[in-house]
């Protein structure tokens, strides 16, 4: 079965900086997709970013970046210039070509200091 | 421009009792999700549905029943609620036809378990 595993629980950073969250995945399959998911105290769920696999040129959304290096199954996403509305969990996920099942990481909570 | 609706936003209930937990959505997907978030442990899959009539357990099924009453709503029932199925309950749906597709979530139910 797939995991993912999301190794720190909680990180902080400083408001403008950079910061990275890790992510890593178990798999055998070669065709799937990479997610992450911001999780605000609002408890919405909110799509911040995806890969396909067979990319190798990496994803980016304005602010957030990643690097996805299929070989080493990690999938880390960069928040560059952080703002205070950043603050959130944030959720890594995976899903597998013709799967119906999103797997979760167990989240990182990100806070930003002022 | 709905999304997927969840109620109730909140509920307690007694070791025992029954409820059902409605979801629906308006986007025309094919697949609904139950997910349960509790804290260090990420979203796990209750049961999903990939088309209307169809239904599947996830990671976590025991205790749990589903309906997926039409296209639009996929109810999740507790028959005898226990004090482990206390958590954060969401819906979510996705269009898998098409490549990609992000999950779009509820805003979540908060169950508590006496």
């Known amino acids: 079965a797939q995991t993912v595993t999301q190794s720190q629980p909680e990180m902080s950073v400083q408001e403008a900086e950079t910061v990275t969250l890790s992510c890593t995945y178990d798999t055998s399959e070669s065709d799937y997709y990479l997610f992450w998911y911001k999780q605000p105290p609002s408890r919405q769920m909110i799509l911040v970013i995806r890969?396909?696999?067979?990319?190798?040129q990496n994803a980016t959304e304005n602010r957030f970046s990643v690097n996805f290096q299929k070989a080493a199954k990690s999938f880390s996403l960069k928040i560059s210039d952080s703002q205070l509305g950043d603050a959130a969990m944030y959720f890594c996920?995976?899903?597998?070509?013709?799967?119906?099942?999103?797997?979760f990481g167990q989240g990182t909570r990100l806070t930003i200091n002022p | 421009n709905a999304g997927v609706t969840q109620t109730p936003k909140f509920q307690v209930l007694k070791t025992g009792q029954s409820m059902t937990l409605q979801c629906a959505q308006d986007?025309?997907?094919?697949?609904m999700y139950w997910y349960r978030q509790d804290p260090g442990m990420g979203l796990r899959l209750i049961y999903y549905?990939?088309?209307?009539?169809?239904?599947d357990k996830g990671e976590v099924p025991n205790g749990y029943n589903v309906s997926r009453l039409n296209k639009r709503e996929f109810s999740l029932r507790l028959e005898s609620a226990a004090p482990s199925q206390t958590s954060v309950y969401f819906c979510?749906?996705?269009?898998?036809?098409?490549?990609?597709?992000?999950?779009?979530f509820g805003n979540g139910t908060r169950l508590t378990v006496t």
């Open positions: 549905s990939a088309s209307e009539g169809t239904t």
């Open positions: 979510a749906s996705s269009a898998l036809d098409r490549v990609l597709s992000p999950l779009h």
């Open positions: 890969q396909e696999a067979y990319k190798q």
């Open positions: 996920a995976y899903r597998h070509q013709g799967a119906q099942k999103l797997v």
């Open positions: 986007m025309n997907h094919n697949s």
